[in-house]
């Protein structure tokens, strides 16, 4: 039986009273199912998952995506994790060991700390993430959630028509560019992996018929507006969005798994000591599909 505490109003929410580890029930998948559509970001602590789990429990929601890692810049190397469709979320190298200071994976790492939604640089990008800690750091490494659907009521409604109806381009290799990563370096081959791709700045959940910002800083700028434009009313956006009001924190504990909705909140890292381990895994359900027409 799923024990549902609200930890803050209709946003996240804390769950009890099951065991994630033991074969998944039809009620239990449908109570997960529920709960993510009421709120949009879950808590449930105490669920020491493997990857096969994982994976199985991430399921109920969608297929799930392969991780970027996996097919990008790990493509051709070992990883540390079995499954494709799990990402990295450590700062561990293939073996285990912490990654050294100037392997790349710690500047791509970086860019999970700017704010975020999952895959938005995908044409299909994410519906939900589902992230398992395996090791947390002692001080530091939180990771904070800010709800877009309140972001939008707070708008002003000059501003929300101004908006509602503008499309962003989304580019996985901008954001990397935010946190020092080399542009110019980059092999032509990942870039054809990962194009920019189009999404509305918008979006309208199918089930409650609210609408939340759907940015990130993966955008790179508004079609049919200049770049200095783009950018002025991003960063306000971004700013009026990620006011406390809409913002969570969660502090890691070993065993936390945390799945929330893409489509309505967005994310980011916060900074911790590299001399401590930090490992993670995530899995990403698909959406239904692009939120443009291509
Ligand atoms: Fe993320």
Known sequence: MLEITPVN????AE???IDLCAPLTPATADGLRGALEKYAVLVIPGQPLDEARQLELAQIFGPLETSVGASIYN????RRLDHAQLSDISNLDESGQLLEAGDIRRLINLSNQLWHTDSSFKKTPASASLLSAQEVTPVGGATEFADMRSAWDALDPALQ?????LIAVHDYFYSRSLTGFDLAGIPSEWREIQPPVQQVLVRTHSHSNRRSLYLASHIRSIVG????DSKDLLDHL?????QPQHVYRHRWRTGDLVI???RSTMHRGTTFDEKYRRSMRRATVQDIGPTVPH
Request: proline fraction near 4%; glycine fraction near 8%; aromatic fraction near 8%.
């Open 238 to 242: 971004m700013r009026l969005a990620t």
């Open 161 to 165: 028509s101004r908006i509602g109806e």
């Open 260 to 262: 929330w909705d893409n």
């Open 75 to 78: 493509a051709k190397r070992p």
């Open 15 to 17: 769950i009890a009273g």
């Open 225 to 228: 507006m200049s770049d200095d």
């Open 9 to 12: 109003n209709d946003f996240v």
